[in-house]
C-alpha cells in the first residue's frame, strides 16, 4: 500500500477516505431529504407540514450551524479508525472534536444558553486549526480537509451575515438575501482558496526542496547501497502505516551523518547473524511462522529492554529462505513493550522513519505472528493488535537503499538471491 500522503491536492490519502464517504453520504442524504420533502409539500403530506413547522420554529441559520456541525462531527469520528495506529494523539483530538460537535448541537437544537458562541468557537476553531496544520506543513491539504473547513467557515460567515445584515431596513429584504448569499460566497471562497493555496505552497516547497536534495546519496557499508533522499518510501503492504506519514523535512548534515552511522554500525554488528545457528545461539527465536518465503526473528531479550537504536542490541532479524537456505536481509529496530506510547527516536530525521503494522493476529499463546486479519478478525486463539513501531535497515539491495520503509516479498527474495555465496550454509529459516 503506497503512503497516505500526497502532493497532488485533488488526491483523497486513505486514512481520510471514510470522511469522504461521509461527506458524499450526507450529500445524498440531504439531496433525497430535499426531493422527498418537495414531493411531500405538493401532495401536502403530513410529514411535510410536520418539518415545515420544526423548521420556522427557530432560525434558518441556526439550522445551518447545526447541519455544519453534524456534519463536521461525523466526518472526524469517521477518520478516528484510520488515524489510530498512526498517531494516537491525533486520533484523540479527532474523536474529543466529534463528541463536542455533536454537544454543541443537542445544546442548539434544546436552545441552551451561550449555545451560539460555543457553536462559533467550535467551528473556528476546528476550521483555522486545520488552516494552521496546512501552513505548518503537518498536514497536506486533500478534498475531505478543504470541503470540511470550507463547511465550518462558511456556516459562521452565514451566521455574522445574518446578524449584521437583519440591520438593514426590512424593505430591502431582497437587497438582503443577495447580499447576504453574495458576501457569504466570496468568504467562503476566500476560506477555501486561502487553505487550497497554503497547501500548494506547502507542497510547493516540499517538492522545491526534494528536488534540490535529490541529488544526496549517502554512501554506506551496506549491500543496499546508498542512503537516498528523498526516502523512497517502498511499496508498502496492506495493514502497514507509518508513524509520521508527512514526513518531508529535508534531513540536515548531523541527520544525514546520524543516519548513516546508524546503517553502517548496525550493518557491522549483524554480519555475526549472517549464520542462522548464530542467530538462535544469541536467543533469536522466529516471530513469525518459520518455513516461509519471509521469516522474522526476535531476541525476547532486546526486544523487553528499554535500549533503542543500539546496534548490540538489534531487536528482530528478517531472513529470506532461498534454495541455498535462509538468507539474513535486513535488520528491524522495534519499540519494546515497555515504551507504549513513546515517540520512537529519529536521529537521522526523515531519513530514519519508523512504521507500524495494524493487521498482525498475535498468538495468544506464544505472542508469535500466526497471520494477519481476514474480513477484520483474527482466526481461533489469536488476537488482533497494532504493533509497536519498527524500522528496518536492509543489508541486501532493496530498492530505495538501506533505509527504504519497505519492500514486496518479489523485492526481498530477488535481493537475497542477488547477494554473493556467504560460505555460511544456513538450514530454512
Known sequence: MKMGNTSNIFSVPSEHMPGLIVLGAIGALLLLLLISYEIGKKRSSKWTQFLSGKMSSRPTVEWILAGA???SAFVHLAIVPTHWGQSRSLAIMFTADGIGFLIVTAALLLRLPLRLGASVALLLGTGFGYVYYVLSGQESPDPVGIITTGIEI??????????????????RVMTQAIASVSIASVILGISLANTSAAGANTISN???????????????????GPIQWPLPMGQM???????????????????????????NQTVSDVQKYSSLDAAKAAGYIPITPPGRSIVHYINPTYYKTPQTLDPNAIE???YANTTNGAVLVAAMYAMGPNAIGQTPPVPGGCLTQWHIHTNLCFS????????STQAGSCRAGSTNRVSQPMMH?????????????????QQIMAAANSLPQSGIQNPTA
Request: charged share 5%.
Open 69 to 71: 456541525m453534524v456534519t
Open 154 to 171: 462558511g456556516a459562521v460567515a452565514v451566521l455574522v451575515l445574518h446578524y449584521v445584515l437583519s440591520t438593514l431596513k426590512p424593505g
Open 206 to 224: 516540499s517538492m522545491k526542496s526534494n528536488m534540490s536534495s535529490s541529488k544526496i546519496l549517502l554512501a554506506t557499508t551496506s549491500p543496499a
Open 237 to 263: 503492504e496492506p495493514g502497514m502505516a507509518m508513524v509520521n506519514p508527512n514526513c518531508t523535512q529535508t534531513p540536515t548534515v548531523s541527520q544525514q551523518s546520524a543516519a548513516q552511522s546508524l546503517v
Open 316 to 318: 528482530s532479524l528478517v
Open 364 to 371: 495468544n499463546s506464544t505472542g508469535a505472528v500466526v497471520g
Open 393 to 409: 535497515v536492509w543489508i541486501a539491495p532493496i530498492p530505495g537503499g538501506p533505509l527504504a520503509v519497505d519492500a514486496t516479498q
